[in-house]
């Protein structure tokens, strides 16, 4: 909503404003500037012409030589003035068009933004890039001559034109007698030109689209080794967009080769005339002379004019293509024009609406419901009943056709976006989650209702109880728990190093021996499987940058001790090994983080590792390279016995380890006794997570039970020393990932549920809002929202499971976009109608 | 035990490797293709459970699918307040397919009666795999459709001795 612009253009919505509204909107004083500038320039331009001309006739002829200098002098600073102001008629030239094309996307951009949801259905993302990231260059380039350039050549030509009258009338005449011809025949072949250009925008868009397409539909398109189809669609289109780009620039250059021919038949007709006249006596031979050479000047200003006819023909092309293609209606306006946006009551009213596809298909027939001000109704039908469709109806997500719906009293379809975000919050099935923290996530409806500023400054900000309180409600607390105990603080850990280390002794001493079995401790005699080889080996936090994970390898002092040790080898087998697996295992698919949990290859590193194995497939560990060795051995450092099942390593080899653990220990501190702090129970651990910090140890389950309990156990401790809700705000600043691909399918659920939450809404839609999660989080979720939330919000929930129906006060059957029965639980179960036999069929 | 239990305890072999062992044997998965087997193996997790431990509950989607590994567990129903046993579970039994496909409540619930070790499945794994290699699905429906046929005729051979009306209310079910 932070659409402020100064000018009276913002009003009328982008895609009906005219190209040429851009060329003074906002840019007024840069187009004056640029005007006077210009003006300079073409008077300045005289100035060496008046000088050459006294140079030969005063200083030279009259032999004064301090006449020469002063001349001489004010032709060079003429010429470095003209040259100072041309570079800035092209400054500003450029800065109109950058920042008018920055104005038309940013513009753009927030209006399809607002654009019904069903535009989005109908258009590849492809062609929306398109359209804001090229389509717009050349209508901005446009804007950034559209004043100066005809300006300037006009004044110029007919400023000669004025020249040559005086020269010669009956010659300058001649000589211009062209132009009209011209001015006649070149808009007619800028027209097969402007074809060519429409046709290219299409297919460009049809470009954008394969591209989008076969991005997204890599799965089927690699799953059945599609890849000649797709090429052959691709290629044909990259085809026919040569083959236009090659018509429209030949029919380009043929409006320059038509226009140079005309131009050059100037001094041809002149030389016809002029010679006859000469001939004739008529006309001086030095009149003639002057005239064919101030004809000359007449080239250039007429050249760029016909480059300014092309780019505002192309431009207005491009324009116009990109702004009808959008124009589309948008229902409702995003903020009410001459009031705040409504608090309603939210009491709804809906009568004899429909929804009706453009095909004639009612997807919503005629439905009549009546929800009072703080009343939870479920909304209950086989999939496609029209359930979904009457929720996101009533959030004016989808508009509907006919009859009327009503909050507050006030129709939906006329109520402001504004008036729609304030009362109501949705939860969709499967809700978007934004690359970035946990907590940006989760203040993301927040802060949309509040605006960013209010936030960020702090006025409105939300209290870390009240994060806290949502995170509970939602079931997110424990995930948020887990990824603030999962994290590795390395810098500004000294603030709280006392903290775990007293939790530490705390939880030896309380509940040491009850989680033994789940715990791995940091022993120096064992041999830990949860941690890495490196870790097993080193037993111990690198203080030197040198002894860092990924400098281990090339660090000589280490490898040095792996060649004394006798793990070299093993470990390059075993790097191997991992990466043959994993390559084998994970070829041929699309990568998402989940398939690389068990393998100690990152997602990033694939190809890194599947070029490895095809370069080193039939050779001998001894013949590969020292790049391909270090990445091996890195890969076998990274490796846990216990995490990544893909491979195993030999008894021999962890006896090797924990002897090369001493000998490493011997060595190092001989060589750098500070390069490395050893684990210590009375000392925080840099490199190991908060959590493995208060086990001193790793948990080695992932038995739920035994999950469930060592986190009541950390609860515990993290509430004795007051310290849980610090842990939650380390946990929200976990990132997310793209599309939220860092959490499970019930942990995106649950962000989403936890952020409407936040926001409050006095109206709260949850489309299956719940359907990716086990029961117990369901019913959890159930309970806030009856206990806390009942007679507070107005809540409508499309609900997939029948077991917490009873807690709603109303349930709304629907069947083919009927509402077939309405009432509460209990008399729906007694009238054993459809609902009664859906809820038998459940159990 | 099997042999192939015997190889996984060598220690030479990853539990990769040994997953990819069983899943191979498991009939549901005949007939998938060798690069989404491997994926299931290199998916799935080993649970471990003490004797008594739930491995699951009774009307709860846990979104999983098991196969006992080792160990032994009985299969509970609760009705009426009381439970009922219904059978034992001993190694190379696999339950809950149909909960990787779609959202479903485990209708019994499922107890260690000794240390049990379970191959898990998600059904979030499960769907990874299969949005890679749509045609999947389709090969363990049609394993499905025989063990309804199958569970079909069981109840008409019973029905054929029995002649019980009760159990006309069972039948059908592999018209669906």
Same mark, same amino acid.
């Given at each position: ?30 187009? +004056? %500037?640029? @005007? ?6 073409? *008077?300045?331009?005289? /100035?060496?012409?008046?000088? $050459? =001309? !006294? ?114 009338? +009956? %010659?300058? @005449? ?6 009209? *011809?011209?001015?006649? /025949?070149?808009?007619?072949? $800028? =027209? !097969? ?117 092309? @780019? ?532 | ?176």
């Amino acid at each position: 909503m932070a659409l402020k612009r100064e000018t009276k253009n913002k009003q009328i919505p982008i895609v009906k404003r005219p190209l040429t509204s851009w060329v003074f909107d906002g840019n007024l004083k840069l187009q +004056i %500037l640029l @005007v006077a500038i210009i003006l300079l320039t073409v *008077a300045i331009r005289v /100035i060496p012409l008046e000088m $050459q =001309k !006294r140079i030969v006739n005063e200083a030279i002829n009259l032999r004064k030589l301090d006449l020469l200098a002063i001349y001489c002098g004010i032709y060079l600073a003429s010429v470095i003035l003209a040259s100072s102001l041309k570079l800035a008629i092209n400054i500003i030239q450029t800065k109109i068009s950058q920042k008018v094309t920055a104005q038309m996307r940013q513009q753009l951009y927030h209006h399809i933004l607002t654009m019904p949801l069903n535009f989005f259905r109908n258009t590849q993302p492809g062609t929306v890039v398109n359209s804001l990231i090229n389509e717009l260059t050349i209508p901005g380039n446009f804007v950034g001559m559209a004043l100066a350039v005809p300006l300037t050549n006009i004044v110029t030509l007919l400023a000669f034109f004025g020249y040559l009258l005086v020269l010669n009338p +009956i %010659l300058a @005449v001649i000589s211009f007698s062209i132009y009209p *011809a011209m001015l006649y /025949i070149i808009p007619l072949l $800028q =027209k !097969r030109v402007n074809q060519n250009n429409i046709q290219r925008v299409n297919l460009s868009r049809k470009l954008s689209s394969k591209i989008v397409e076969s991005i997204a539909g890599i799965h089927e398109v690699q799953a059945n080794g599609a890849f000649a189809i797709e090429n052959n669609k691709f290629d044909a289109i990259v085809d026919s967009l040569m083959k236009i780009r090659i018509k429209w620039s030949i029919n380009k250059f043929i409006i320059k080769v038509v226009s140079n021919f005309f131009i050059n038949l100037g001094p041809f007709s002149i030389f016809i005339v002029g010679g006859y006249l000469a001939i004739k006596g008529q006309l001086g031979l030095g009149a003639l002379v002057a005239f064919l050479s101030a004809q000359e000047k007449l080239y250039d200003p007429w050249k760029e004019l016909i480059e300014f006819y092309q @780019v505002y023909q192309d431009g207005k092309i491009n324009y116009s293509k990109t702004m009808n293609y959008f124009d589309v209606d948008i229902a409702n306006e995003l903020i009410p024009k001459d009031r705040e946006p409504y608090e309603l009551d939210v009491a709804i009213n809906v009568e004899n609406m429909s929804l009706e596809t453009a095909e004639g298909i009612k997807l919503l027939d005629n439905i009549n419901l009546k929800i009072n001000s703080g009343e939870h109704i479920a909304l209950v039908g086989f999939s496609g009943s029209g359930k979904s469709s009457l929720a996101l109806c009533l959030a004016q997500l989808y508009s509907y056709t006919s009859g009327h719906a009503t909050i507050g009293g006030k129709e939906i379809s006329d109520l402001t976006k504004a008036d729609i975000t304030k009362n109501i919050g949705l939860v969709s099935q499967s809700p978007f989650i934004f690359d970035g923290t946990i907590k940006a996530n989760l203040m993301y409806s927040y802060t949309a209702l509040h605006g960013e500023e209010c936030v960020m400054e702090g006025d409105c900000a939300p209290e870390l109880d009240g994060l806290v309180h949502v995170l509970q409600h939602s079931g997110l607390f424990v995930d948020v728990l887990r990824f603030g105990l999962n994290t590795i603080v390395e810098k500004r850990a000294e603030e709280f190093i006392p903290v775990i280390i007293k939790m530490r002794e705390n939880f030896q001493k309380e509940f040491g021996d009850s989680i033994y079995e789940w715990v791995e401790f940091f022993d120096e005699k064992q041999f830990l499987s949860y941690a890495n080889l490196a870790d097993n080996i080193i037993f111990g936090a690198p203080v030197s940058k040198n002894f860092k994970n990924k400098n281990l390898v090339k660090n000589k002092f280490f490898r040095d001790f792996l060649d004394d040790s006798d793990l070299t080898r093993p470990l390059l087998t075993l790097g191997r090994e991992i990466a043959d697996q994993t390559v084998d295992i994970l070829k041929n698919i699309t990568h998402d983080k989940m398939f690389f949990e068990q393998t100690p290859i990152e997602l990033e590193e694939f190809e890194k590792f599947e070029n490895l194995v095809r370069e080193i497939k039939n050779r001998n560990l001894h013949q590969i390279n020292k790049e391909q060795t270090i990445a091996l051995l890195e890969l076998a450092l990274r490796f846990s016995p216990g995490k990544h099942r893909i491979a195993t390593i030999p008894e021999f080899m962890i006896k090797l380890i924990l002897e090369g653990r001493y000998m490493f220990r011997e060595k190092i501190k001989q060589k750098d006794p500070y390069a490395i702090a050893f684990f210590r129970s009375d000392q925080y651990i840099h490199s190991q997570t908060i959590s493995n910090n208060i086990l001193f140890g790793i948990v080695k389950t992932t038995n739920p039970i035994a999950q469930e309990k060592i986190n009541q156990f950390i609860i515990a401790l993290l509430i004795g020393e007051d310290f849980l809700e610090k842990m939650i705000e380390i946990g929200m600043d976990f990132e997310v990932g793209t599309k939220g691909n860092n959490l499970s399918g019930g942990q995106r659920q649950k962000l989403a549920i936890a952020r409407t939450f936040l926001k409050s809404p006095p109206i709260m839609i949850l489309d299956e809002a719940t359907s990716a999660l086990d029961n117990k989080s369901q019913t959890r979720i159930q309970n806030v929202l009856s206990r806390q939330w009942k007679g507070k919000s107005t809540l409508i929930a499309v609900v997939h499971r029948l077991d917490i129906v009873k807690e709603y006060d109303k349930v709304v059957f629907l069947k083919a976009g009927k509402i077939v029965e309405m009432g509460s639980y209990d008399e729906l179960m007694e009238k054993k109608g459809y609902f009664y036999e859906l809820a038998h069929e459940h159990r | 035990m099997n042999s192939l239990m015997n190889t996984d305890n060598s220690g030479d072999k990853s539990e990769f490797a040994s997953n990819l062992n069983i899943f191979r044997q498991i009939d549901f998965f005949a007939g998938i293709s060798m690069d989404v087997m491997k994926l299931f193996a290199f998916l799935c997790q080993r649970q471990t459970y003490k004797k008594g431990d739930t491995i699951f509950y009774q009307d709860d989607d846990d979104q999983c699918c098991y196969y006992i590994f080792s160990g032994k567990a009985k299969l509970i129903l609760k009705a009426d307040e009381k439970e009922h046993f219904i059978r034992d579970y001993e190694a190379e039994s696999y339950l809950g397919i149909l909960s990787l496909m779609t959202s479903m409540n485990k209708q019994f619930s499922l107890i260690a009666q000794e240390d049990t070790t379970c191959l898990v499945m998600t059904r979030e794994a499960f769907s990874k795999v299969v949005d890679q290699f749509p045609e999947t699905p389709l090969k363990i429906v049609r394993t499905i459709g025989n063990r309804l046929l199958q569970a079909e005729r069981k109840c008409i051979l019973e029905y054929e001795s029995s002649a019980s009306d009760q159990l006309k209310n069972l039948m059908g079910i592999s018209l669906i």
